[in-house]
């Protein structure tokens, strides 16, 4: 009987794996099985010591709750077959398990994972994370890399789950992806939206960690990824959105818009197709706060600044020999500076914190150094991110001695820590950071001139007094106008132009226009050329009638049995833009817990996403069964009682119809097995 129940309890353990497609530790599962037929033996003898007993009680309520678990997770995706083992799901344009190729690198680099390995690296991340189908699903997002403006895998990856599903979706000329699902019960209810983003910004703390998807890992209750961006903004929402689409226990019609670049610009957004959704309602999975209604976002818009700087007319310089009569010509020490691990932030929803920014930072470093040293700049990169506060900058520097080389370093090593140290005083909840600071002599190039020194001078005074930072706050402390520094960029080559790149939020068109004229001043002052770069996208707010902000409150509060929190943020979303083109649209925003989003600290609190799961489920459902309600009684209303008779048994046949086709298509589906692609 005790060797039964082991072996029972082995074959239940091994096929709960399965249906997570993860490998399963035969001998640790062995191990385990003879601990338990050992504790059984040792009751069936009579041995019963307290510890003994206490470890049973807990065997029998794990493997309870991990057997209700399996049974939630297979009837929310029933007709889809995560069963098969991973290693059998083909890519839909491919039938090889060939390494990945794209032309489009990232950054430079090569794709150097295969399909098998990002397969493996999935398995071993759903050990870690508990049986949810969105966490299942953002596994699988999380091995398509999905920059902005790069965005074509994620967009097969979420058409070929259309296909595989049978949902209507289209795709418009810009990327942005529409799905309709029609409703099975309740399919006179009121159509509501899910919106999310395909994109992600993609920052990495050194070239190597760059590499076909994300790396991620659990710590400590916190999803992050190893040396790069974790990409939870906003593939959380793309993983939810698709998890309710999947979710059979919503019977009611939905919509799914998945947009792109909405990292680096919104164009998705901005070219929507006018009439294109059939929706009223439209929730954004967009927030980065629990618990809270998103009901306003600021507006925003990107000038960039450019400036051909004069440089030497050779690589060499003048210097004087022993006799005074006689001088040669000797070429410069070029030194490459970098300084990186800064700790950075969303360039809106952080600007508020004062926190350094690595490309204000080299130019205080550089600053002290022109002091006592004739340093002259030869190129420089900053920023990652066009709405990101800068926590990375790269620089050569040319310098006519050794002894230029080690008062350049002493110089840049003491004040960056001073700034290190001002930082740590000023930010609200530092997040722990190491600042680093890299030296490489770099070789004598003969074709690379540097700056002249007083082209140097002049760009460092531009670094030094270019807007950066929270311009105006409301009464009760919150940001109404920003303006970012995001990037930095100069070539070595003699006719590069320097390249400065500002985003500005605001949250009214008078502030746009102060922040527009503050912006324009700078660069007429330094010089520059100003070239406006993206168009301004007003701030929304949503209407203090707002009827799905009703509902999650409602909500809300019956699930977690408080009010949710209801505020505007100072970062931008589409909904802005979204309201522009459909009017009488009723947005609102919600998400998960998310820190440190669009640097490599970006982290998603794992125990925060099923209950926004759950909370925004439930309010769909809560709005489904209503607005069908009120449909029908609509449809009764002024009818005669042999009308209304009739249309009562029209309405239950129909209801009977729909249960009926639906249990057929559940058996259907169950022989023709679905499965998500792998990209």
Known sequence: MAEGRALAWVVSWLLLCRYHCVEVDEKSVAESAHKDLTIRRCLRLGLQPKAIHEKVLQNQRRRTQMRRASRRFLSSLKHLSFVQDCSEVQHPESTE?????????????????????LQERSKHLLLHLPPHPVFTLFARILEV??????????????????????????????GNILIRKPGTELNHAQCICLQAHLDMVIAADSKEDIV??????????????????????????????????????????LEALFTVNEEAGMSGARNLQPNWMKSKILINLDSEEPNRITAGCAGSFAKRLTWIPEREETTTHIISTATAATSEAKLFNHLGIRISNLTGGHSGLMIHRNISSAIKGFGQCLSAVLRDVPARIVSLRGGDAQNSIPTSVSAVIALESEQDIESLQDVFHSTLELLRIKETGQVDEPMERTWTLDFDRKPQALDQRPLTLT??????????????????????????????????????????????????????????????????????SQGMNVTLMEKFNRPWTAPSDSVAAQYLRSTHNQLFGREPDFQRVHGGLELGLIAQKYP????????????????????????????????????????????QRDKIMADWR??????????????????????????????????????????
């Not at 680099?109 to 295969?114: E, G």
């Not at 994620?154 to 289209?170: D, M, T």
């Not at 009464?475 to 960029?489: D, R």
């Not at 605001?506 to 502030?511: A, L, N, R, Y």
């Open 145 to 174: 890399n999905r920059p902005s403006m790069k965005e074509r895998d994620i967009i097969n990856f979420v058409r070929s789950v259309a296909e595989r599903s049978g949902w209507w979706y289209r795709i418009d000329p810009q």
């Open 455 to 524: 082209a140097t001078r002049k760009l460092v005074r531009a670094l030094l007094q270019a807007p950066h930072g929270c311009y105006e706050l409301s009464p009760e402390g919150h940001v109404e106008s920003s303006v970012s520094l995001s990037t930095a960029m100069l070539g070595a080559d003699k006719n590069s132009e320097l390249e400065l790149f500002f985003k500005a939020r605001i949250h009214g068109d008078e502030q746009a226009l102060e922040l527009d004229e503050l912006i324009s001043n700078f660069g007429h």
């Open 212 to 253: 076909d998807g994300v790396n991620a890992y659990v710590d400590r209750g916190w999803l992050r990824a190893k040396g790069t961006t974790l990409g939870a903004d906003n593939g959380i929402g793309l993983a939810t959105a698709l998890s309710l689409l999947l979710d059979q226990s919503i019977q009611g019609p």
């Open 584 to 627: 009488s649209l009723d947005c609102v925003s919600i998400g998960p817990e998310i820190e440190g989003a669009h640097t490599t600290l970006e982290r998603l609190r794992v125990e925060s996403v099923p209950p926004f799961y759950e909370w925004l489920k439930t309010t769909i459902r809560s709005m489904h069964e209503d607005t």
């Open 97 to 117: 398990a060939a390494p990945i190729t794209q032309t489009e690198d990232l950054a430079g680099m090569p794709r150097v994972l295969s399909r098998q390995n």
């Open 638 to 679: 002024g009818k005669t009682l042999s009308q209304t008779l009739d249309k009562i048994v029209e309405h239950t046949r129909e209801k009977i119809l729909s249960r009926s086709r639906t249990r057929s298509e559940s058996r259907a589906s169950a022989d023709r097995t679905v499965s998500i692609p792998v990209c």
